[in-house]
């Protein structure tokens, strides 16, 4: 089955990001983000370098030294963060103003692709980094057992 998959460059900058977010006022380590996010590190770098080039993360050299936020989570959005690495977002060709499309003029499917492309960039403009970051997974059931002791049992009837 084929998906429509957002490319491991975008879902590794979210990730990363959200990490830092984690820890505000620290610094964290290439390899410690690497190592918690399950990102390689040679993958991670060149994430960073875009990250810092737009201005979301910024270096600290020396003893102690690492990777932060340049600005507020609650200031960045996912939206930044994937154009930071893939440059503008489009759902297809001809919903970015500029190309043009032959078949435009009478395309069935151009009110669909442009729908899809205000919906997914006001879901990433509107989604902050806090936000995310404020949310934190619950955790995982490890067996059926655990999941069966976890489940509400009914209430248990009383006797008239």
Same mark, same amino acid.
């Given at each position: 089955m084929s998906l429509m998959q957002i490319p491991r460059?975008?879902?590794? @900058?979210? +990730? $990363?990001?959200?990490?830092l977010a984690d820890h505000p006022s620290g610094v964290a380590r290439g390899a410690e983000i690497a190592g918690r996010e399950h990102i390689p590190k040679y993958y991670l770098e060149k994430v960073i370098r875009d990250l810092m080039r737009r201005g979301l993360v910024r270096a600290r050299r020396g003893p102690g030294g690492g990777y932060q936020l340049a600005r507020d989570a609650g200031t960045v959005t996912f939206r930044d963060i994937i154009e930071?690495?893939?440059? *503008?977002? #489009?759902?297809?060709?001809?919903?970015?103003g500029s190309s043009s499309c032959a078949l435009q %003029? &009478?395309? +069935?499917?151009? +009110?669909?692709?442009e729908k899809g492309q205000r919906v997914l960039l006001e879901v990433f403009s509107d989604t902050s980094l806090a936000e995310i970051a404020a949310t934190r997974p619950s955790p995982a059931v490890r067996s059926p057992a655990d999941a @069966?002791? +976890? @489940?509400? &049992? *009914? $209430? #248990? &009837?009383? %006797? @008239?």
């Open positions: 460059k975008i879902e590794y @900058a979210l +990730r $990363a990001m959200i990490y930071a690495v893939e440059g *503008p977002i #489009k759902l297809n060709l001809c919903t970015d %003029p &009478s395309c +069935r499917m151009y +009110r669909v692709w @069966a002791s +976890r @489940a509400i &049992s *009914p $209430a #248990k &009837s009383q %006797p @008239a």
